[in-house]
Each structure stands twice: as structure tokens, then as C-alpha cells.
T-cell receptor
Framework: GAVVSQHPSWVICKSGTSVKIECRSL??????MFWYRQFPKQSLMLMAT?????????EQGVEKDKFLINHASLTLSTLTVTSAHPEDSSFYIC???????????FGDGTRLSIL | EDQVTQSPEALRLQEGESSSLNCSYT??????LFWYRQDPGKGPEFLFT???AGEEKEKERLKATLTKKESFLHITAPKPEDSATYLC???????????FGAGTTVTVRA
């Protein structure tokens, strides 16, 4: 089956630092990648959609200058949380889709804790 | 705006006790309805895609069905390893984004 790898799985850092999360599709080319945020016992909330080689489309209420998304190749997208603060602590999950008719396949998420 | 409502929030089953999970949805033209399984601390794992009313899909002890307003995930003779949160999501005809429900957490006791 389609495999999506997300790294790191867990990161703890000080307030004010920037954190980069990588999302890779290992066995297919991902034309579209999605970034989600999930709070405890809540469902996934879409943050942004990215297509290879173009700017990401952010959902309403998501600060694009704070959550920088780069989708430089068909197998890699990155999310950088800039100047992170404790309220940014959450579980961030990426997904990838190869074609319009393919389901999204998800990475195993990154637990981000800002002290 | 697309809406997905899942019920119940939590379901506790005895091993072998079959049950069903409900996903009610409103969407402006359905491209597809998706079921995922999520284990604690992990990303969702794809289970099924349903495209049109009347469609059914099966995988081991799981069977998903679809009508014009809702989908059911039937778990037949569940085992403890079926314990997880099951998520339902819809994709509108004019978009590729998924709108997720809050999920049903299933616990199967041996």
C-alpha cells in the first residue's frame, strides 16, 4: 500500500524557536499534500493544501506566515512552525494523494510540544 | 459548508459482539466518502472509499455501506485488535479536501 513517512515523530523545543516537519511519500508521487492539526480527542482540522511547485492554499484562520509550507518535489513537503509558542503545541499530521481519484494516505504524525 | 457527524462517540463491545457505527453527512455533491482507522498516537489508516448510494465494501470484519445521507461501518464479531478510533470523512464534488467527523472510539474487550 501507499506509504507516507513523517519526521520527526516527536519534538520538544523552547518558545520562540522554529520547527520543521517533513512529509515524504515513499512509494508514489504525491501531486497534492495536506497538513492537518489534531487536538486531543478531536478530529483532524485541515490547515493547508499544497501542490508540487506552487504556493500552498491555507484554510481560513491559519496564519500562512506562521506555518510555512514548501512542496518542492513530488515526494516531499515540509511544514515549518515559525517562532513557536506553547499554544502551537499539538499533533500535526500530513497526508498525500497521488492522483485526484486516490484516497489520502497519512503519515504517523508529529507531536510538537513547545515549552 | 460540508458537515460530518459520527455516532456514537464511544462504543464498548465484548469480543464477538457485532455493532454498527454511523456517519451522517451533508455535502454539496459527494465525490467520495472515506473511512479511516486511527490508533492512539498514529495517523489515520485508510480503510474504504464509497462513491455512490447503495455501494458496499468489505475488509475482514468490517463492512461499509452508503446511502444519500449516511454511511454505516459494521463490525462483525470484533476482536480486541479492532479497538481504535474510526473516522469518517467526505470529499465534495468540487474539491479535493476531506472534511472529517469527530470519530467513534471503539473498545473491544476480550
Amino acid at each position: 500500500g501507499a506509504v507516507v513517512s513523517q519526521h520527526p515523530s516527536w519534538v520538544i523545543c523552547k518558545s520562540g524557536t522554529s520547527v520543521k516537519i517533513e512529509c515524504r511519500s515513499l512509494d508514489f508521487q504525491a501531486t497534492t499534500m495536506f497538513w492537518y492539526r489534531q487536538f486531543p480527542k478531536q478530529s483532524l482540522m485541515l490547515m493547508a493544501t499544497s501542490n508540487e511547485g506552487s504556493k500552498a492554499t491555507y484554510e481560513q484562520g491559519v496564519e500562512k506566515d506562521k506555518f510555512l509550507i514548501n512542496h518542492a518535489s513530488l515526494t516531499l513537503s515540509t511544514l515549518t512552525v515559525t517562532s513557536a509558542h506553547p499554544e502551537d503545541s499539538s499533533f500535526y499530521i500530513c497526508s498525500a494523494s497521488g492522483t485526484d481519484n486516490q484516497p489520502q494516505h497519512f503519515g504517523d504524525g508529529t507531536r510538537l510540544s513547545i515549552l | 459548508e460540508d458537515q460530518v457527524t459520527q455516532s456514537p462517540e464511544a462504543l464498548r463491545l465484548q469480543e464477538g459482539e457485532s455493532s454498527s457505527l454511523n456517519c451522517s453527512y451533508t455535502v454539496s455533491g459527494l465525490r467520495g466518502l472515506f473511512w479511516y482507522r486511527q490508533d492512539p498516537g498514529k495517523g489515520p489508516e485508510f480503510l474504504f472509499t464509497l462513491y455512490s448510494a447503495g455501494e458496499e465494501k468489505e475488509k475482514e470484519r468490517l463492512k461499509a455501506t452508503l446511502t444519500k445521507k449516511e454511511s454505516f461501518l459494521h463490525i462483525t464479531a470484533p476482536k480486541p485488535e479492532d479497538s481504535a478510533t474510526y473516522l469518517c470523512a467526505v470529499q465534495a464534488a468540487n474539491d479535493y479536501k476531506l472534511s472529517f467527523g469527530a470519530g467513534t472510539t471503539v473498545t473491544v474487550r476480550a
